[in-house]
């Protein structure tokens, strides 16, 4: 006769258990999406009551999970488990003492990022991702040196125009954001052009060294990451 362990490990398996769960997930989202509507009495206490029986739902199979390990350590040596955790214990906060916890609402919303945890290939994505961030990581540094570098001089050079987006150091830092994805980047350059007509120089320059030389080449660790080479 199978132990109380094994029956969690097989029931934890069980691929009619890990959709189950994803429907629950799926199913917790749509109904934090209805409930940010103007709903009658009655679907308001289907929402609340739908919340309480979702809670449960999580907290049973996290202790299903947690069972089926030989022990804790094991359970916790998985980042994945870590992380559905936390989600769970959140959703345990009672979140109908005041509208001031509407935070706490918010915050189970995350119940759907336990979906990747259920979904091997979107579990992959994320792993590669928090790797290709770990070995880019000077990259992104030499970006923010290069950022703060234009958005001093910017500050400097453009902060007295009237109107203008670089004001401020913070202002600057945001303006640059904007330009780095080269979104309307034009509309920002043009109003200096009539009192600095080589600040395009600027702009450009930024611009190729942000947005096209380093970017593209965190985008390339990223690919190697995602797709490395085989011998």
Known sequence: MKTLKERCFDLKQSRQFQFFVSVII?????????????????????????????????????????????STKDFL?????????????TSLVPTSFSDSVLVLRLLRLLRLLRIISFVPELRRVVENLIKSLSKSIYILILIFLISYIYAVAGTQFFGDEAGSDFNSLGQTLLTLTQIATMSGWEEVMNPLLVKYPLAWLYFVSYIFI??????????????????????
């Open 26 to 70: 799926i199913y917790s989202s749509i109904v934090i999406g209805v409930n940010t509507y103007e709903n009658d009495s009655f679907l308001q206490s289907f929402i609340f009551y739908s919340d309480y029986v979702i809670t449960i739902i999580f907290l049973v199979e996290i202790i299903i999970r947690f069972s089926a390990e030989k």
């Open 77 to 89: 040596s998985d980042g994945w488990n870590i992380f559905d955790t936390i989600i769970v214990l």
């Open 210 to 231: 942000v947005a096209i030389v380093i970017l593209n080449l965190f985008i390339a660790i990223l690919v190697d990451v995602v797709n490395p080479k085989t011998d």
